[in-house]
Structure formats: structure tokens, C-alpha cells
């Protein structure tokens, strides 16, 4: 991600201290991953970006979160094999149930399988193509398969793909919103194979590298004090043929530089992924006016969360119109006394409904879903592409999240030190 945004020139608009010449590319690599510098993963300095790569579990989440009220916005979530076992992302695939193809925008996942992990396999890396195709699409998928180790024909194949998918995607939006939503859409995913280290060293001191455990992060650890490691790194970054990338002042070759979209068309400079663009203040009503009048102590008996549910929903009736608010709450909005909003607002989802269901539509915008790390995730998407929300637990439940409320505090944390 750090390269495409420099690659695209976004960095560079952000940074001017990191030009797209040689001077910037050594102040890139210099800095990147290094005390001082800015971290080996995607994060807060990363124009462009929303989601914290130093803890895994949340892309699909975040994607979703991202995409509710959006109804232009298509985000490309690439999930991990490794990411994949993790509880928030089994989870977090059931997203569909509460996407409204006429009224919000779309995810696409692309399932990356590569086959291990820092030491070992991964689950679905070992799991063959049938058996990775049924999970992902009885979680309501239409699976695209994309696998291979030939680079020219990954990338033609892989091209195609998305040009597929978003066909897909703008079909199943368009049918919505001219016959309205008839039941739950089966979006597309993509699955994509290839080797771990791909193009990397094939192998080291008689060991395999490239597609084994070993091409994990640095596959060449020993650059400094042997000099045949030096001189495969060598041979191994030529052979991307940098004198046909870069001109001889390190800027891109004009033909590629011609390539990446422009303005907010780019990856880094989108605005959906920098929120604060897009911010508008909140339409909030006066909370004096929900303040209970007490004459005289003890006469009144009063549940202090019932009248913020008063509050929740008037917030959802000003919001209507510019639909820049959802309260996210665990399948408990009843039981902690903030029902009210049901008076203005059905719970969310995107399936077969009944009779008896209380209060349950395609079109609600009260997300319930039994699990903790979804309702908070979700909240942070939608918060980090320019909307407001809250998340309602409590002491006992909201500790299964606790982890995520840390890693989204050293988010906005990091936030208020770039202008």
C-alpha cells in the first residue's frame, strides 16, 4: 500500500519531503519500518488508509462498515489465509445478511491463499479447491477461483476477474434499485492462489524458500554479513528490471506514471478512506431536553438508558435524509432499555423475513448481530469513512472486544499528530 500510494503520486502530495525522484525513494525505504520511520504495515500515515494492519482479524468487518450508506463505493477487502482463521473474520463473512444492495454500497473479497503462515500451513491453504469454494459460498458467495504461479498470465486472469465481479456487483445494485430488495443478492468473492514469496529467492542454503514458510517477511536474513545472500537480493530485485521502471532521476517511467487514475480516482486519495473529507457534524437534539424532572429526591423512578433511547431515536428522525447514523448494539437494543428507536427504525436484514419478526427490514438501520467484535468493527468503518454511530454493550460482553477498542484508540491516537 505505501508503494502503490507513492507509485500513484498521493504520497508525495502528502509528504513533499518524499518527492517521486531519487531523493524520495531513498527517504522511503530509509524510513519505512524503522524507529522514527513509519511502520511495516498499513496504518495511520498511509494516505488512504482505514484499517490497522497490526492486529488481524478485521478486514472484512471494516470493508462492511465502510460500504453501509455508501452507495457508490465498492470495497476490495483482501483477506489473509492467515487473517482467515481468526474468530472476527469466520465471523465477519455473514456481512452480506446485512448489506442493502439498493441502498449501500458493496464489499468484494479476495480470499489471498498462499499456504502458510510465519511457521506453519494455513487451514484453508491446505484445503483444496471445492472445499475452500463450499465455504465461501455457503456463506451466500459466488466464488471466482484465480490460481497459478505465472506472473504475465496471474495478472491478464486476475484483471479479468475484477472486471467480472464488478459487473456482478453493478447488476445486483442495479436490479435493486429499480424492483426494490427481493431477498438476499449472492454477491461475488474472489479466491486467489498463488505461491508464498512469489518471485522470490526459490531457494537458500539447500532449503526451499519460495512458496514455503521460509519466504515469510525477510527471506534473506543475512545480507549484511554474507555476501552470496547480497548478492541474490541483488539479482532478485534486477530482475524486476528497474532501468525500464524509473527514469534516471528515480522518477516512474512516464508510460507507468500515465497509468494510475486521477485525483480522488486514486487509491490513497479517495475520500471515502480519508474520513475527515467527508465529515459532517452530527444533527443532534439538545440533551437537556431528555433531562428527568425531579421535584423531590426518591419520587421519581426513571431507567437512565431508556432516555437515551429517546434521545437514539430522535437522532436516527434528523438523520433520515442525510443517513449518516446506525447504532450497532449486540441483539440487545431492547434489553438495555433503548427500544425507542424502534418507533423510527427496523432492525436490519437482508433475508427471508416473517410475520412474527418485530421489526425487521431490508431497509433498517439498526444493526444487531450477536457478536461483539462485529458491531464494534462495523461502527469503525462507518465512523472512519465520515459517519457517526455508537456501539452499545456492557461491562461483561464488552470486554470481548476490548482489544479492538485499543487498536482503534491508538488509531485516532496516531490521527491527531498529522495535520
Known amino acids: 500500500m505505501v508503494a502503490n500510494v507513492y507509485l500513484e503520486g498521493t504520497y508525495s502530495e502528502v509528504y513533499p519531503d518524499v518527492p517521486r525522484a531519487e531523493e524520495g525513494l531513498r527517504r522511503l525505504f530509509r524510513q519505512f519500518s524503522t524507529p522514527g520511520g513509519i511502520p511495516s504495515h498499513v496504518s495511520v500515515p498511509t494516505p488512504g488508509s482505514i484499517h490497522e494492519g497490526g492486529e488481524l482479524g478485521y478486514v472484512l468487518i471494516h470493508a462492511f462498515g465502510a460500504a453501509f450508506d455508501n452507495p457508490d463505493l465498492v470495497v476490495a477487502a483482501v483477506v489473509g489465509d492467515g487473517e482467515a482463521e481468526t474468530g472476527p473474520c469466520a465471523g465477519s463473512w455473514q456481512g452480506v445478511n446485512f448489506l442493502n444492495p439498493a441502498r449501500d454500497g458493496a464489499v468484494l473479497p479476495i480470499l489471498h491463499l498462499n499456504g502458510y ?8 491453504g491446505r484445503r483444496g479447491d471445492g472445499d475452500v469454494r463450499a465455504v465461501i459460498e455457503g456463506h451466500g458467495y459466488e466464488v471466482h477461483l484465480v490460481a497459478g504461479d ?3 498470465e496471474m495478472h491478464a486472469a486476475f484483471a479479468a476477474a475484477l472486471e467480472t465481479c464488478y459487473a456482478e456487483i453493478r447488476a445486483i445494485q442495479a436490479a435493486a434499485r429499480v424492483r426494490g430488495v427481493i431477498g438476499r443478492p449472492r454477491w461475488p468473492a474472489i479466491v486467489l492462489r498463488t505461491p508464498k514469496g512469489w518471485t522470490g529467492p526459490t531457494e537458500l542454503d539447500g532449503l526451499p524458500v519460495e512458496g514455503t514458510f521460509r519466504a515469510h517477511q525477510v527471506p534473506l536474513p543475512d545480507v549484511r554479513t554474507r555476501p552470496e545472500q547480497l548478492a541474490m537480493l541483488e539479482a532478485w530485485l534486477r530482475g524486476y528490471k528497474p532501468e525500464e521502471l524509473f527514469g534516471r532521476d528515480g522518477a516512474p517511467a512516464p508510460d507507468l506514471a500515465a497509468l ?159 495535520p
Open 117 to 124: 503462515k510465519i511457521g506453519g500451513p494455513t487451514v484453508l
Open 260 to 418: 494510475p487514475p486521477r485525483g480522488d480516482r486514486r487509491m490513497g486519495a479517495n475520500p471515502h478512506a480519508n474520513g475527515g473529507r467527508l465529515l459532517e457534524p452530527l444533527d443532534l437534539p439538545d440533551f437537556r431536553d431528555y433531562a428527568v424532572e425531579v421535584a423531590r429526591p426518591a419520587v421519581e423512578h426513571r431507567e437512565s438508558t431508556r432516555c437515551l433511547g429517546a434521545l437514539l431515536r430522535d437522532v436516527y428522525a434528523r438523520t433520515t435524509d442525510r443517513r449518516n447514523f446506525r447504532l450497532f448494539c449486540p441483539d440487545e437494543t431492547h434489553s438495555n432499555r433503548l427500544g425507542d428507536v424502534f418507533e423510527v427504525e427496523n432492525r436490519c436484514f437482508v433475508g427471508p423475513t416473517l410475520a412474527i419478526d418485530d421489526h425487521v427490514s431490508a431497509d433498517g438501520r439498526v444493526m444487531e448481530v450477536l457478536s461483539e467484535h462485529l458491531c464494534q468493527g462495523w461502527l469503525e468503518g462507518y465512523l472512519l469513512t465520515g459517519r457517526h454511530g455508537l456501539f452499545a454493550t456492557y461491562e461483561a460482553f464488552a470486554m470481548v472486544s476490548a482489544s479492538m477498542t485499543v487498536q482503534h484508540t491508538k488509531w485516532l491516537e496516531g490521527t491527531a499528530k498529522l
Open 150 to 152: 505465472d506472473p504475465g
